[in-house]
């Protein structure tokens, strides 16, 4: 089962569906994965920008304060300074940026831009004496940790340090980050190194000779990344599925018409010859091969009908001869029968027993002809000398029926049996007498071309009607049955002198006239049984070679 | 009895004939389908032996054209053996069915079973009034006594025999006793009723003058 057109297709089906959608799917994956980091890392940067700001513009302004009024400490309230500070962290801002981008990046000015906003509530509260423990050009928010954790949660961290490990300021959920080792070429470019540990993404930031590592956990978006491969592995199944039970439904539809055409052909017997297969509907390649095989059943038909029309001939051709026997000896066995009716009864047996002879004669040579048995022994003849021959015994026969036989004989050499030949005549010969008028005539005539030799032999008998002429070459095909049997003619002459005349590779042709008249015409090639015999020997002997060269 | 056989083979058709006759029966013969056909439509036959592979028309369609017109039973002889022949022989109106080659007694047998299932008489037995025609043996005894009849005598009893109870014509006698070839002019059927009387009494057959004759049950 699994050998099948349709399993094959369907397998081949899943592969290719299979192999589709994980291709597809990993794809989505990827691109959905890099999407997500790239947030990620988007997220971080804006983190960073948010924590640089927080510490710088808050450490500045501390620094600024601290220089400028030792005592003074920020104001806890918040909506009272709100214009003033927005107003000097923007100068602040502008101040900086300007140094900045002197050395660093100009992304960093961007970034600096919305900073201020989320550090102003923070920077009150920040004890001065604190920022001044930094190193001196650093003025840290020592409160702004807290307030990243506020904001962003426990998962997100930073770490403020110097390339020497010095770390500055962390937050407090960054209690054990490993520090990278770093060896920073001042001149370089400055650095954006992007790590991952476990389930931490992290990006280390440099500005000047101070670093800020940036990180937080990524598990919830890898489990949600997770999710969305989970479900597009879910739809993928679903499509591979659909696609399987429709492309098995499909392949169903595809191999019906086979299925058809293969109970149609199972169902055709020797004994139910008449069926043939359904080539209704659209012209597909199918309908052709079903009308192939229609020809096939069409000519496996015709060959097996004449084929039981020949056995059932064959049988009626000696029951009856036997029944005549059987019946004439049970006759005269009845009863006390005088000697001359015995005589009789005798008489007509023999001439029964003869007729079998000759129709299982007939039948023997014409088994041979087919079964390639017959051997023909073929010489030089002429076929003129044979048909002179045939002419001179057979004369009497048509003297008695006071025919003429008029002979035309050109010298015509050819390679062929001459016994073959000669039956082959004389059959003609008999024809020609058999179906003629009392007084009638009979022409034969030999010629030679430059291949072939023309055996000719005409009568002015009664003819032969157009419908059975196809025929006459049939095996037990008669044109007047009653007729044929009172002369003694079994219907098989013409069969066997069309398979001698084939077996030396020539044709057997008739032209008849219902008005009268019958001309029969045989073509032999000169070199015809040889041909044929090379023919049949090089048959065997391409075989043989190809079975040796086979084993070789 | 008269029985027509249709048989393209002369000596076949002659042995048959021949066998026939000897049993008494009035034997017609024709050697080609279309004299068959005419024959067994001109006369009524009591039994008619066919063959199938006939010249000019053929036995299947003898047979078909026969039946339009005669209920005559038809036994078909032939070298056709295989079963979808006999199938179709039966079925096309045939009554029975033969293949050659045949034992003549067995022939003869099925003729005689034929025409008595013909005459509705399914016993070969008849017995009327002390008259037993045993048609298998075709001899007659009265009254346990076997009497000697000649052919034509034994036929012409079992002829009114088989009728009993019913009128059989003159024609009738003619037909069914004399074949194509007998000289009914030498066999007057007056001869023969007059030595049957003789011999099984001359009661068992009622003259209807003008009409025919009668065996009364």
Same mark, same amino acid.
């Given at each position: 089962?699994?050998?099948?057109?349709?399993?094959?297709?369907?397998?081949?089906?899943?592969?290719?569906?299979?192999? @589709? /959608? @994980?291709?597809?799917?990993?794809?989505?994956?990827?691109?959905?994965?890099?999407?997500?980091?790239?947030?990620?890392?988007?997220?971080?940067?804006?983190?960073?920008?948010?924590?640089?700001?927080?510490?710088?513009?808050?450490?500045?302004?501390?620094?600024?304060?601290?220089?400028?009024?030792?005592? @003074?400490?920020?104001?806890?309230?918040?909506?009272?300074?709100?214009?003033?500070?927005?107003?000097?962290?923007?100068?602040?801002?502008?101040?900086?940026?300007?140094?900045?981008?002197?050395?660093?990046?100009?992304?960093?000015?961007?970034?600096?831009?919305?900073?201020?906003?989320?550090?102003?509530?923070?920077?009150?509260?920040?004890?001065?004496?604190?920022?001044?423990?930094?190193?001196?050009?650093?003025? /840290?928010?020592?409160?702004?940790?807290?307030?990243?954790?506020?904001?962003?949660?426990?998962?997100?961290?930073? $770490?403020?340090?110097?390339?020497?490990?010095?770390?500055?300021?962390?937050?407090?959920?960054?209690?054990?980050?490993?520090?990278?080792? +770093?060896?920073?070429?001042?001149?370089?470019?400055?650095?954006?190194?992007?790590?991952?540990?476990?389930?931490?993404?992290?990006?280390?930031?440099?500005?000047?000779?101070?670093?800020?590592?940036?990180?937080?956990?990524?598990?919830?978006? $890898?489990?949600?990344?997770?999710?969305?491969?989970?479900?597009?592995?879910?739809?993928?199944?679903?499509?591979?599925?659909?696609? +399987?039970?429709?492309?098995?439904?499909?392949?169903?539809? $595809?191999?019906?018409?086979?299925?058809?055409?293969?109970?149609?052909?199972?169902?055709?017997?020797?004994?139910?010859?008449?069926?043939?297969?359904?080539?209704?509907?659209?012209?597909?390649?199918?309908?052709?091969?079903?009308?192939?095989?229609?020809?096939?059943?069409?000519?496996?038909?015709?060959?097996?009908?004449?084929?039981?029309?020949?056995?059932?001939?064959?049988?009626?051709?000696?029951?009856?001869?036997?029944?005549?026997?059987?019946?004439?000896?049970?006759?005269?066995?009845?009863?006390?029968?005088?000697?001359?009716?015995?005589?009789?009864?005798?008489?007509?047996?023999?001439?029964?027993?003869?007729?079998?002879?000759?129709?299982?004669?007939?039948?023997?040579?014409?088994?041979?002809?087919?079964?390639?048995?017959?051997? /023909?022994?073929?010489?030089?003849?002429?076929?003129?000398?044979?048909?002179?021959?045939?002419?001179?015994?057979?004369?009497?026969?048509?003297?008695?029926?006071?025919?003429?036989?008029?002979?035309?004989?050109?010298?015509?050499?050819?390679?062929?049996?001459?016994?073959?030949?000669?039956?082959?005549?004389?059959?003609?010969?008999?024809?020609?007498?058999?179906?003629?008028?009392?007084?009638?005539?009979?022409?034969?005539?030999?010629?030679?071309?430059? *291949?072939?030799? @023309? +055996?000719?032999?005409?009568?002015?008998?009664?003819?032969?009607?157009?419908?059975?002429?196809?025929?006459?070459?049939?095996?037990?095909?008669? $044109?007047?049955?009653?007729?044929?049997?009172?002369?003694?003619?079994?219907? +098989?002459?013409?069969?066997?002198?069309?398979?001698?005349?084939?077996?030396?590779?020539?044709?057997?042709?008739?032209?008849?006239?219902?008005?009268?008249?019958?001309?029969?015409?045989?073509?032999?090639?000169?070199?015809?049984?040889?041909?044929?015999?090379?023919?049949?020997? *090089?048959?065997?002997?391409?075989?043989?070679?190809?079975?040796?060269?086979?084993?070789? | 009895?008269?029985?027509?056989?249709?048989?393209?083979?002369?000596?076949?058709?002659?042995?048959?004939?021949?066998?026939?006759?000897?049993?008494?029966?009035?034997?017609?013969?024709?050697?080609?389908?279309?004299?068959?056909?005419?024959?067994?439509?001109?006369?009524?036959?009591?039994?008619?032996?066919?063959?199938?592979?006939?010249?000019?028309?053929?036995?299947?369609?003898?047979?078909?054209?026969?039946?339009?017109?005669?209920?005559?039973?038809?036994?078909?002889?032939?070298?056709?053996?295989?079963?979808?022949?006999?199938?179709?022989?039966?079925?096309?109106?045939?009554?029975?069915?033969?293949?050659?080659?045949?034992?003549?007694?067995?022939?003869?047998?099925?003729?005689?079973?034929?025409?008595?299932?013909?005459?509705?008489?399914?016993?070969?037995?008849?017995?009327?009034?002390?008259?037993?025609?045993?048609?298998?043996?075709?001899?007659?005894?009265?009254?346990?006594?076997?009497?000697?009849?000649?052919?034509?005598?034994?036929?012409?009893?079992?002829?009114?025999?088989?009728?009993?109870?019913?009128?059989?014509?003159?024609?009738?006698?003619?037909?069914?006793?004399?074949?194509?070839?007998?000289?009914?002019?030498?066999?007057?059927?007056?001869?023969?009723?007059?030595?049957?009387?003789?011999?099984?009494?001359?009661?068992?057959?009622?003259?209807?003058?003008?009409?025919?004759?009668?065996?009364?049950?």
């Amino acid at each position: 089962m699994f050998r099948s057109i349709r399993w094959t297709l369907q397998m081949w089906h899943a592969a290719i569906l299979a192999t @589709v /959608l @994980v291709v597809f799917g990993w794809v989505v994956f990827y691109l959905m994965r890099v999407t997500t980091y790239q947030q990620i890392d988007a997220n971080l940067d804006r983190m960073a920008d948010l924590v640089a700001a927080g510490l710088r513009f808050s450490g500045g302004r501390q620094r600024r304060s601290f220089r400028q009024n030792d005592v @003074v400490r920020p104001e806890p309230n918040v909506a009272n300074r709100d214009g003033a500070a927005n107003k000097a962290a923007n100068d602040k801002g502008r101040d900086r940026a300007a140094t900045d981008s002197k050395e660093t990046a100009g992304n960093e000015t961007a970034r600096s831009v919305p900073a201020p906003q989320v550090t102003q509530g923070e920077t009150p509260g920040l004890p001065g004496s604190q920022g001044r423990r930094g190193p001196p050009n650093f003025e /840290l928010n020592e409160d702004f940790p807290k307030f990243f954790e506020d904001e962003l949660g426990t998962t997100a961290y930073f $770490v403020l340090f110097l390339g020497d490990g010095h770390v500055l300021l962390k937050s407090t959920s960054a209690a054990d980050v490993p520090l990278p080792e +770093l060896h920073p070429e001042p001149h370089a470019a400055p650095l954006r190194l992007v790590r991952q540990r476990g389930n931490l993404r992290e990006i280390i930031y440099q500005r000047r000779r101070d670093y800020l590592l940036v990180g937080r956990s990524i598990e919830s978006d $890898v489990a949600a990344l997770h999710e969305r491969a989970w479900v597009l592995a879910g739809i993928s199944a679903a499509v591979l599925a659909a696609g +399987l039970i429709g492309g098995f439904w499909f392949s169903g539809r $595809v191999i019906k018409p086979i299925a058809t055409i293969s109970a149609t052909a199972a169902e055709i017997s020797l004994s139910n010859l008449s069926r043939r297969i359904d080539v209704s509907g659209t012209e597909t390649e199918l309908t052709g091969l079903a009308r192939t095989l229609n020809q096939m059943i069409d000519r496996l038909e015709s060959a097996f009908s004449q084929q039981v029309r020949f056995t059932a001939d064959a049988s009626h051709e000696l029951r009856t001869p036997l029944a005549v026997i059987l019946s004439h000896a049970e006759l005269a066995l009845d009863k006390n029968r005088p000697a001359n009716e015995l005589r009789e009864t005798i008489e007509t047996c023999r001439r029964s027993a003869l007729r079998m002879k000759t129709v299982v004669e007939s039948l023997l040579t014409l088994a041979r002809f087919d079964s390639g048995e017959l051997q /023909l022994e073929c010489r030089p003849v002429d076929l003129s000398r044979i048909a002179g021959d045939c002419a001179a015994l057979i004369r009497p026969l048509a003297e008695k029926r006071r025919i003429t036989m008029e002979l035309d004989l050109e010298s015509a050499g050819l390679i062929a049996d001459p016994d073959r030949m000669s039956q082959v005549v004389t059959n003609l010969l008999t024809n020609a007498i058999r179906y003629n008028h009392d007084d009638g005539r009979v022409v034969m005539t030999t010629r030679s071309s430059k *291949s072939d030799v @023309v +055996l000719s032999i005409s009568d002015t008998g009664i003819g032969i009607g157009p419908e059975h002429l196809p025929h006459i070459f049939e095996r037990f095909y008669r $044109v007047d049955k009653a007729r044929s049997r009172k002369d003694g003619g079994i219907g +098989l002459g013409l069969a066997i002198c069309k398979s001698i005349v084939e077996a030396h590779g020539g044709q057997i042709a008739v032209t008849s006239s219902e008005q009268g008249g019958t001309q029969f015409e045989v073509r032999l090639p000169k070199r015809g049984a040889l041909v044929a015999a090379d023919a049949r020997e *090089s048959e065997q002997g391409r075989l043989e070679p190809l079975a040796m060269s086979a084993k070789g | 009895m008269r029985i027509l056989v249709v048989e393209d083979d002369p000596d076949l058709l002659f042995v048959i004939a021949c066998t026939l006759r000897e049993e008494g029966y009035a034997v017609d013969t024709a050697e080609d389908g279309d004299e068959g056909l005419f024959k067994a439509t001109s006369w009524d036959y009591d039994a008619i032996v066919l063959d199938i592979m006939l010249p000019k028309l053929d036995g299947w369609s003898l047979l078909e054209r026969l039946r339009r017109s005669k209920a005559v039973p038809v036994l078909i002889l032939t070298a056709k053996d295989r079963v979808n022949d006999r199938v179709r022989g039966l079925d096309g109106g045939a009554d029975d069915y033969l293949v050659k080659p045949f034992e003549l007694t067995e022939l003869r047998a099925r003729l005689r079973a034929l025409i008595r299932r013909a005459a509705g008489k399914s016993h070969p037995v008849i017995d009327v009034k002390g008259v037993v025609i045993d048609t298998r043996s075709r001899s007659v005894t009265r009254n346990g006594v076997e009497v000697e009849l000649t052919a034509r005598e034994y036929a012409l009893v079992e002829l009114l025999a088989l009728h009993a109870g019913r009128l059989v014509t003159r024609t009738m006698i003619y037909e069914h006793l004399y074949g194509e070839d007998d000289d009914s002019l030498s066999n007057l059927v007056e001869v023969h009723v007059s030595n049957v009387r003789k011999k099984l009494g001359r009661e068992f057959i009622t003259t209807r003058r003008g009409h025919g004759y009668l065996v009364r049950i």
